[in-house]
């Protein structure tokens, strides 16, 4: 993984107060849009095609339970072929 996990729950601890709502975005290729909307059960989902719709932006809002169930949603959406997390 490319990212500091440790630094990320620090951070993530240091500005919410779990549980909490938390807002995922991301911007993958539409074919894998569905992908992304499973990343997060039950979350209120925004979507955004991109001018020449060759992207969408997924937001997606949920109540988290703790710092580790957002970095669990990071970690599988890390496994979808060409993902951007904002």
């Given at each position: 993984?490319?990212?500091?996990?440790?630094?990320?729950?620090?951070?993530?601890?240091?500005?919410?107060?779990?549980?909490?709502?938390?807002?995922?975005?991301?911007?993958?290729?539409?074919?894998?849009?569905?992908?992304?909307?499973?990343?997060?059960?039950?979350?209120?989902i925004k979507l955004k095609p991109s001018?020449?719709?060759?992207?969408?932006?997924?937001?997606?809002?949920?109540?988290?339970?703790?710092?580790?169930?957002?970095?669990?949603?990071?970690?599988?959406?890390?496994?979808?072929?060409?993902?951007?997390?904002?």
């Amino acid at each position: 993984m490319s990212w500091d996990e440790r630094a990320f729950v620090e951070k993530l601890e240091g500005t919410h107060h779990f549980p909490d709502n938390y807002t995922f975005k991301f911007i993958v290729k539409p074919e894998h849009q569905t992908k992304v909307e499973s990343l997060v059960p039950g979350a209120l989902i925004k979507l955004k095609p991109s001018s020449g719709n060759k992207y969408v932006s997924v937001t997606l809002s949920k109540k988290m339970n703790s710092s580790q169930e957002v970095v669990e949603v990071y970690k599988e959406a890390n496994k979808i072929e060409g993902i951007i997390a904002l």
